[in-house]
């Protein structure tokens, strides 16, 4: 499994909406795509998993959804603490773990 | 309080080996799985390894097998990363991750290895 995540970088101002996008070379299980931020200098952080639940702690202004080959993560409002980078991953049957390139979210 | 914290990273020459360590405290150990994930200079994260919550199962990316051992101490609530042959290219901060529910639910701080002649 190859996941592409796009844009490359998303250029937005606080109180914007970001919409960010996982895609997989073949369908996959929901129940086993995650995101993951990380800021600047810091460990990865666990947001979402099984495609849509939020991590323990997690504000509602994240959000994930999609199936098939198609995942989205949307922050609704962005606070300046959000600007960080995004990565989707996917942990197969095998077990294999695949991350995506990453989104970097920029002010 | 969940807690890993890496050690074992330094300056290395090609060739070499290390043995990196990760020790976990705030929940039980030999409860859950545990994985290996690195991040180049600049790069994005790439999972590198796992080890079953006994220790009897080891899984490697393609990339990493042959020159990489993961094993675990569960007396000792620690898990290792033994790396033979180091390249260039393991130039990595390497974070030991616990396993959840198909996901890394907690993160190590990490350990730098530069790989240099």
């Known amino acids: 499994i190859v996941l592409t995540q796009s844009p490359g970088t998303l250029s937005l101002s606080p109180g914007e909406r970001a919409t960010l996008s996982c895609r997989a070379s073949?369908?996959?299980?929901?129940?086993?795509l995650a995101w993951y931020q990380q800021k600047p200098g810091q460990t990865p952080r666990l947001l979402i998993y099984r495609a849509s639940t939020r991590a323990t702690g997690i504000t509602d202004r994240f959000s994930g959804s999609g199936s098939g080959t198609d995942f989205t993560l949307i922050i609704s409002r962005l606070e300046p603490e959000d600007f960080a980078v995004y990565y989707c991953?996917?942990?197969?049957?095998?077990?294999?773990?695949?991350f995506g390139g990453g989104t970097k979210v920029e002010i | 309080e969940v807690q890993l914290v890496e050690s074992g990273g330094g300056f290395f020459q090609p060739g070499e080996s290390l043995r990196l360590s990760c020790a976990a405290s705030g929940f039980t150990f030999s409860d859950n799985w545990m994985h290996w994930v690195r991040q180049g200079p600049g790069k994005g994260l790439v999972w590198v390894s796992l080890i079953n919550n006994y220790g009897t199962s080891t899984i490697y990316a393609d990339s990493v097998k042959g020159r990489f051992t993961i094993s675990r101490d569960n007396a000792r609530n620690t898990v290792y990363l033994q790396i033979n042959s180091l390249r260039a290219e393991d130039t990595a901060q390497y974070f030991c991750a616990r396993g959840g529910d198909r996901n890394f639910d907690f993160w190590g701080q990490g350990t730098l290895v530069t790989v240099s002649s």
């Open positions: 991953q996917y942990y197969d049957d095998s077990p294999q773990v695949t």
């Open positions: 073949q369908s996959v299980d929901r129940d086993y």
